[in-house]
Structures are given as C-alpha cells and as structure tokens.
C-alpha cells in the first residue's frame, strides 16, 4: 500500500507563493500514473485542483489556472504543486493522490498539508 507524505505548506499573506511536495514512497511504475493535487476547505468538499497525466500534460481547475502549476519527478516518486498569487480562497488542507479517468483517487490519503492564506 502506498503512503502518501504531503509537505511544503504554510501560512502566507495573499499574493504569496508556497511549493508543496507529495512523495509516494513504495510506488510501483511511478511513472505511468495519473497523479493529481486536491484540496479541501472548512465545511467544504475535497476538491480536485491539478492533475499531471503520465505523458506530462496538466490540468487544472479554473480557479488556480495561470497561478498553479503541477510537476513531477518520477525518479523520486514525487509531485509538486507551486502555487503563486494566493489568495485567502486558496485556505484549505492540500492532498495529493493518483486519480482514475473520473477524478476519483485510487489510493488511501495521506495527512495532507495546510495552506493558510491571510488577506
């Protein structure tokens, strides 16, 4: 089973930038999976954000595009979310997983890693 380890969050003032890694220590064929960065606010659902396919093209939610970007390191298991210009919308607990077709994440979820962003 793969143990996800999410880090890099923080608190910011808005406008700021954050990196976030998620390393997937124990996955097999790292390279041919769907990796993908979620988030989830108070009293809000978990959200999908940014997506990053095996043959490295992205994706990302409208509300992050232009300030987002996704990026991988197969030889260390890795995936990384740098995030610029937040804003205090951006406040949640920041996830990451691999993904199916639909969104949906296909291994257990690790602890996450807080983004706090103050106006």
């Known amino acids: 089973q793969v143990q996800l380890v999410e880090s890099g969050g923080g608190s910011v003032q808005a406008g700021g930038s954050l990196r976030l890694s998620c390393a997937a220590p124990g996955s097999i064929f790292y390279r041919l999976t769907t990796m993908a960065w979620y988030r989830q606010a108070p009293e809000k659902r978990r959200e999908l954000v940014a997506t990053?396919?095996?043959?490295?093209?992205?994706d990302y939610v409208d509300s992050v595009k232009g300030r987002f970007t996704i990026s991988r390191d197969n030889a260390k298991s890795t995936v990384y979310l740098q995030m610029n210009s937040l804003q205090s919308e951006d406040t949640a607990l920041y996830y990451c997983n691999r993904r199916d077709d639909e969104g949906f994440a296909l291994w257990s979820w690790g602890r996450g890693t807080q983004v706090t962003v103050s106006a």
């Open positions: 990053m396919y095996s043959n490295g093209t992205t």
